[in-house]
Structures are given as C-alpha cells and as structure tokens.
C-alpha cells in the first residue's frame, strides 16, 4: 500500500469483497485458501455463482450494518430508547471543518483526519464513502444490496457548499453485488457480547453500541 493511502477506507470493493472480509473477521483472521474455512462462509455464505446469502449463520460475530443501523449511529443522540434525532450525522450543525463533505479535499479522507463524532463514536458519516450495507431486495431477476450514503460526496456538485449542506440528508440506494467503484467502501458491525453492537470503520475506528435491528 502507497504510504499516501495507508489511512484511507479501503474502496473499490463490492458487496461480495466486504462479504468476504467480514467473513475472514468471524473466522479468525486464517491463513489459506479462499474456501469455506477461510472467506466463503462465516456471516454469510457465498455460493458457487457468487451470491451472498443474507442470513446471518448462528454464531455470527461481524456483519455489515443495514441502513437502520447505519443511519441511528450516525444521526441518533444517544439519548436512551428516544426519537431523538440530529439534524445532521452527530450534530444539528456542521462546517468544513468536521467532515469531508462537498469537495472540501476533493479526495477521501484518512480515517482519523477529522476528529468530529457522532454520538455514539463513529466517524466519516457526514461524506468522505458511500458503505455497503445488510439489506437486500430483488428486482425483476436482479438481486440488489443496500448502499448508505449522504445525498452527495468528495468532489461532486457544482452548488457553494452552503447550499449543498442545506440539502444534504442521509440516502439510501441499491447496487448490484459484485460491482466496485472509487467512492464506496464499507464498515462492520461487531457483535462482542450478547446485548450490544459495535459499529466499526474499517481501519480500526471502533464505534459506540447500539441496538441491532435487522431490515433484511
């Protein structure tokens, strides 16, 4: 890895690449081949074509997060059982200065190059990627999985940064599984006791806990 990139969320990764990875996490972290043992199964099972089942097996300790997930660590105020929820991910306020949204670097941002949270201590959900997600939904013969974002990212728009601000509002799309692109990467839901979750972002930010809600 570059030295210029050895901070930044991993990306030009598809659904079946943060699978995979997730899976390797359950597993243990082994040595070896792709296979069942390894990267194949775990969380999910990836199938002869490809696919990913989105059953969780029994045992599970990593997932990826679905939107619901996604969305109440980023925007919740951790507040207790509550319909509290800021305008904004971790703050009913925001500037340049708090996250990499509307070309502000024009790239992606290392995973510690803002020290802004939200409440409940995950970072870069005001921009920088859009993140696959756990959900799943099938159109026609397609089968699509869920990806989290906000309405713009790094170097999009040609609106003043005040103006995107005002409409920028977390967004919810579908992508096939085996695409990848420079602007979508993933985190992971950890599972390290019974009650809790822990939302990570890839690298090693570790997130706070929150209620686990499955919407697939």
């Known amino acids: 890895v570059l030295e210029e990139y050895a901070k930044r969320p991993v990306n030009h990764v598809s659904f079946l690449d943060a699978c995979r990875f997730v899976n390797w996490l359950t597993n243990g972290q082994p040595e070896g081949e792709q296979d069942e043992s390894t990267t ?9 074509q ?10 599970y300790k990593y997932a990826l997060p679905s939107f619901d997930e996604w969305y109440k660590a980023a925007y919740h105020c951790n507040d207790g059982i509550t319909g509290n929820y800021f305008a904004y991910a971790g703050a009913d306020l925001v500037d340049p200065t708090m996250a990499n949204y509307a070309g502000v670097l024009g790239r992606i941002a290392d995973v510690d190059e803002y020290d802004f949270a939200s409440a409940y201590g995950t970072y870069g959900q005001l921009g920088n990627l859009r993140e696959w997600a756990d959900d799943y939904k099938k159109l026609g013969n397609e089968e699509y999985r869920g990806v ?12 003043d940064r005040e103006t995107l601000l005002l409409n920028m509002k977390p967004h919810f799309s579908l992508n096939l599984p085996t695409n990848h692109n420079e602007k979508t990467g993933f985190r992971i839901v950890a599972l390290p006791e019974p009650t809790s979750m822990v939302l990570w972002v890839l690298c090693g930010l570790c997130g706070g806990a929150f209620g686990r809600r499955r919407t697939a």
Request: overall charge negative; glycine content about 20%; hydrophobic content about 30%.
């Open 40 to 48: 194949e199964s775990g969380t999910y099972l990836i199938g002869a």
């Open 50 to 59: 490809g696919a990913a089942v989105i059953d969780h097996n029994e045992g």
């Open 148 to 159: 989290c974002d906000v309405d713009y990212l790094f170097g999009e728009g040609q609106q």
